[in-house]
Every structure is written in structure tokens, then in C-alpha cells.
T-cell receptor, first 105, second 118 residues
Framework: GQQVMQIPQYQHVQEGEDFTTYCNSSTTLSNIQWYKQRPGGHPVFLIQLVKSGEVKKQKRLTFQFGEAKKNSSLHITATQTTDVGTYFC?????FGTGTSLTVIP | NAGVMQNPRHLVRRRGQEARLRCSPM?????VYWYRQLPEEGLKFMVYLQKENIIDESGMPKERFSAEFPKEGPSILRIQQVVRGDSAAYFC????????????????FGEGSRLTVL
């Protein structure tokens, strides 16, 4: 299966600070998905990116797909405590290692 | 429209026993995936099934683990002769379209089955 790496593995931020997680693949991806898993919960689909260089926004979340379709990023502006959880990218079906976000009130 | 249903939610087994985890996909979904998640770790892909067929089992351990998705009824992940290292959360997901490869569709996850091996 696909191998996708995410960095950082853990991130602690003060509430109101921004947060970014990066996803990298050694191979070109047809598309990439992002999921969020709250502590003790199950992964929930956030978005799918398909086109090279695509940028999508959901309120304070901005998702990018690299021009070469080998990397992607998720940026959260002005984090809130509700953003706590682990964010996974997925080369369809195969999940990255995840970034665990802690927001300090 | 009910979501992905997994049962049992919690399962305790002693070493050497068998564990059977069930997953009913969302209505209309014929693609099912199983993942294993250890505490504080990511989702490890195990197997992808379509009705009556195993499409990709590249993540399944070669021994003791098996999965099926019969024409009728839920998908089942079976772990024989469980060991302590099998303790984990097992998540099932389903999709309307194939969730792997170029046409990758959105995956809908169940709430997971948490296996504890004593």
C-alpha cells in the first residue's frame, strides 16, 4: 500500500495560535483525503483534494494539495479547544501517521 | 440512514481464544475496510473487501487473522488464538465508491471495537 508520512507527530499550541500539519508521499497521489479523530472517537472525513495545486477552505481550515501531487497540508487559523484531536491525511484508504493537536486554553 | 455499525464495542478475551468483530456498512455501501489502531498511534490498514471478495489484504498479518464480507450479513474480522499484542481498537469503514486507488471515495467509520487480551 501507499506510504504517507506526516509531520509533526505532536503539536501543542496556545489557543488562538495557528497550526499546520504536513503530509508527504514518495509517489504521486491521485487524490488525498483528510480526516479528524477526536480523543476516544473515530475518524471523520473532512475533505478530499484532487487537482494539482488545489486549495480548499472550511471556515478556519485551509487544505492544500501540492503541484506535484506528492504532498499536502492542513492549516488551522486561530485554533480553538474544539480543534483538539488527531489529523490524518490519507492516500485513499492508506492513512498517514497522523498529527496529534493539543490546544492549551 | 444508519451509519457504520460495529459490534461488539468492547471485547475481552484470554490468550488463545478467538475474537470475532462485526461490521455492518452504511446502507448501499459495498466497500469495507478494516483498520487497527494501537493507543497513541495511527490507523494501520489491514484489509479492503468488496462483497464476497478480498480486494487488498496487504496489511493483514499472515497468520491468525482473516476477514470476510459475505453476500448477506456483516463483514467479520476474525482473530484466532489471540495474544496480548492483538489488544487494540479495530475500526471498520465503508464507502460508496472504492476507497483506495485513483477513484478513492470518502470513508465512513464505525465507532470501533476495542479488544483487550488478558
Amino acid at each position: 500500500g501507499q506510504q504517507v508520512m506526516q509531520i509533526p507527530q505532536y503539536q501543542h499550541v496556545q489557543e488562538g495560535e495557528d497550526f499546520t500539519t504536513y503530509c508527504n508521499s514518495s509517489t504521486t497521489l491521485s487524490n488525498i483525503q483528510w480526516y479528524k479523530q477526536r480523543p476516544g472517537g473515530h475518524p471523520v472525513f473532512l475533505i478530499q483534494l484532487v487537482k494539482s495545486g488545489e486549495v480548499k477552505k472550511q471556515k478556519r481550515l485551509t487544505f492544500q494539495f501540492g503541484e506535484a501531487k506528492k504532498n499536502s497540508s492542513l492549516h488551522i487559523t486561530a485554533t480553538q479547544t474544539t480543534d483538539v484531536g488527531t489529523y490524518f491525511c490519507a492516500a485513499p484508504g492508506y492513512f498517514g501517521t497522523g498529527t496529534s493537536l493539543t490546544v492549551i486554553p | 440512514n444508519a451509519g457504520v455499525m460495529q459490534n461488539p464495542r468492547h471485547l475481552v478475551r484470554r490468550r488463545g481464544q478467538e475474537a470475532r468483530l462485526r461490521c455492518s456498512p452504511m446502507k448501499g455501501h459495498s466497500h469495507v475496510y478494516w483498520y487497527r489502531q494501537l493507543p497513541e498511534e495511527g490507523l494501520k490498514f489491514m484489509v479492503y473487501l468488496q462483497k464476497e471478495n478480498i480486494i487488498d489484504e496487504s496489511g493483514m498479518p499472515k497468520e491468525r487473522f482473516s476477514a470476510e464480507f459475505p453476500k448477506e450479513g456483516p463483514s467479520i474480522l476474525r482473530i484466532q488464538q489471540v495474544v496480548r499484542g492483538d489488544s487494540a481498537a479495530y475500526f471498520c469503514a465503508s464507502s460508496l465508491r472504492p476507497g483506495t486507488g485513483s477513484s478513492g471515495g470518502e470513508l465512513f467509520f464505525g465507532e470501533g471495537s476495542r479488544l483487550t487480551v488478558l
